[in-house]
Antibody, heavy 124, light 107 residues
Framework: QVQLVQSGAEVKKPGSSVKVSCMTS????????FHWVRQAPGQGLEWVGG????????HYAQRFEGRITINADESTGTVYMELRSLISEDTAVFFC?????????????????WGQGTLLTVSS | DVRMTQSPSYLSAAVGDRVTITCRAS??????LSWYQQTPGKAPKLLIY???SLQSGVPSRFSGSGSETDFTLTISNLQPEDFATYYC?????????FGQGTKLEIK
């Protein structure tokens, strides 16, 4: 049974950093890409960035470039997202999600399993 | 970036109704389109992938269609647990982008 379990809620001050973890189980870690998706209070879903652990390749949304790092620990099957220089507008729930790719199907790239979400509150 | 536009933003319907949500991409995305359902306080749940493939375990009253730039999600015979917010997402090109969401409310 596939599970993505995220670390707990965080309260941070403006200008500080946060590191959120996403521990995966029940699948072959290196067979997938993993992504982070943000949801500000009362708002929609926003892709933040992703990583392909097997080739250690990352992609980030332009608005976070320079203050975000996503990495992965294959030994524990855990994905991390670090966000620096926090501002109050970063207050949101962050979800990790697993991307499955089905090579036999046109358009077969989708987020099939999600973590439970981690609430980040940035406040002075 | 590929811009995804959903309509309507809000939809009111009754149990047993059939509803359709549309999603338009700003450029062709082939069939790289997924639909997710989200209830308050929960993570999104995958319903449809590759525009029209039903995720395992999802009831058959959910269906998807479309290709290139225009896509639809149809829910037949609405059930109480279907009242939620629905998002489309393209995975054709990074940055992956979501529609703004459609909130389905009980009439």
């Amino acid at each position: 049974q596939v599970q993505l379990v995220q670390s707990g809620a965080e309260v941070k001050k403006p200008g500080s950093s946060v590191k959120v973890s996403c521990m995966t189980s029940g699948g072959t870690f290196t067979s997938y890409a993993f992504h982070w998706v943000r949801q500000a209070p009362g708002q929609g879903l926003e892709w933040v960035g992703g990583i392909i652990p097997i080739i250690r390749t990352t992609h980030y949304a332009q608005r976070f470039e320079g203050r975000i790092t996503i990495n992965a620990d294959e030994s524990t099957g855990t994905v991390y997202m670090e966000l620096r220089s926090l501002i109050s507008e970063d207050t949101a729930v962050f979800f990790c999600a697993r991307e499955r790719q089905r090579r036999d199907l046109v358009g077969g790239s989708f987020f099939d399993f999600w973590g439970q979400g981690t609430l980040l509150t940035v406040s002075s | 970036d590929v811009r995804m536009t959903q309509s309507p933003s809000y939809l009111s319907a009754a149990v047993g109704d059939r509803v359709t949500i549309t999603c338009r991409a700003s450029q062709s995305i082939s069939a790289y389109l997924s639909w997710y359902q989200q209830t308050p306080g929960k993570a999104p749940k995958l319903l449809i992938y590759a525009a029209s493939s039903l995720q395992s375990g999802v009831p058959s009253r959910f269906s998807g269609s479309g290709s290139e730039t225009d896509f639809t999600l149809t829910i037949s015979n609405l059930q109480p647990e279907d009242f939620a917010t629905y998002y489309c997402q393209q995975s054709y090109r990074i940055p992956y982008t979501f529609g703004q969401g459609t909130k389905l409310e009980i009439k």
